[in-house]
C-alpha cells in the first residue's frame, strides 16, 4: 500500500471511530439527563454550599457538553466527501444529529435544564428519538453482518441494508439525505444563534 494509500485508510479508520464513538455519547448525554434522582441523591452527601452548586452545574454541563459533541460531529460527518469514504447508516444519522440540535437549543436557550418547564421535556423525548434512531441504524446497517459471512449465509434482508442504506454504497441515497438534512441542519443552527441573541439582549435589558 502506498503512503497516500495508508493515510487514506487512516483518515477514513479515525472518522468512522469518532461517528461511532458519538452514538454511544448520545446515549451518554440522554442518560446524564434522565438520572437527576441518582444525582439529587448523591447531591444529599455533600455539606459544603460551594461543592452543591458545583455539583449541580457539573451534572448539566457534562449532559449539554456531551450533546453539543455529538451534534458537531455529526454535523462533520454529513458532507458529500465524508460520506461516500465511510459507512454511515442513512437516513438514520442525519436525522438523529437534526433531533440532538434541536434538543440542544432547547436546552441552552428555552429553559430546558429546567425540570417543570414542558421544553425539559421535550429535549428528553427529542434525544430519546435520536438514539433510538441511531442504534437502529447503528446495529442494523453500520455494524451489519460481513460480506464473508453472507457469502456463506446468503440474506437479501441483510445484503439490502448494507447496499442500500449505507452512505458508502448508495451514493444516490447519501445526496438525497445531504441536500434534504443539511439545510435543515443549519435552519436549527440559524434559530440556535437566534436564541442566543435574544438571550443576550435580554440580559443587556435586565442590566439597563
Known amino acids: ?16 471511530t469518532i461517528l461511532d464513538s458519538s452514538i454511544i455519547l448520545g446515549i451518554v448525554a440522554l442518560g446524564l439527563t434522565i438520572i ?9 452527601k455533600l455539606t459544603l454550599r460551594v461543592s452543591i452548586e458545583m455539583w449541580d452545574v457539573g451534572t448539566i454541563l457534562l449532559a449539554d457538553v456531551a450533546l453539543a459533541v455529538v451534534v ?12 461516500a469514504d465511510i459507512k454511515i447508516a442513512i437516513p438514520f444519522v442525519p436525522i438523529a444529529t437534526i433531533l440532538f440540535a434541536i434538543a440542544l437549543v432547547l436546552r441552552l436557550f428555552h429553559n430546558g435544564h429546567n425540570a417543570s418547564s414542558p421544553n425539559f421535556l421535550r ?6 428519538a435520536a438514539n433510538i434512531i441511531n442504534v437502529v441504524g447503528f446495529s442494523l446497517v453500520m455494524e451489519a453482518p460481513s460480506s464473508s459471512y453472507l457469502s456463506e449465509h446468503p440474506s437479501p434482508f441483510w445484503i439490502f441494508l ?5 452512505s458508502s454504497s448508495n451514493l444516490g441515497l447519501s445526496q438525497t439525505t445531504f441536500l434534504v438534512c443539511f ?22 435589558e435586565d442590566r439597563a
Do not use: C, H
Open 1 to 16: 500500500m502506498t503512503e497516500g494509500g495508508i493515510a487514506k485508510a487512516l483518515e477514513i479508520w479515525s472518522l468512522q
Open 36 to 44: 437527576r434522582r441518582y444525582f439529587s441523591s448523591l447531591r444529599n
Open 72 to 83: 458537531i460531529i455529526g454535523y462533520l460527518v454529513l458532507n458529500p466527501d465524508i460520506m
Open 123 to 128: 429535549s428528553v423525548w427529542l434525544m430519546f
Open 162 to 166: 448494507k447496499t442500500q442504506l449505507r
Open 183 to 204: 439545510p435543515i441542519l443549519l435552519a436549527v443552527f440559524a434559530w440556535g444563534f437566534w436564541s442566543a441573541i435574544r438571550e443576550v439582549r435580554r440580559v443587556a
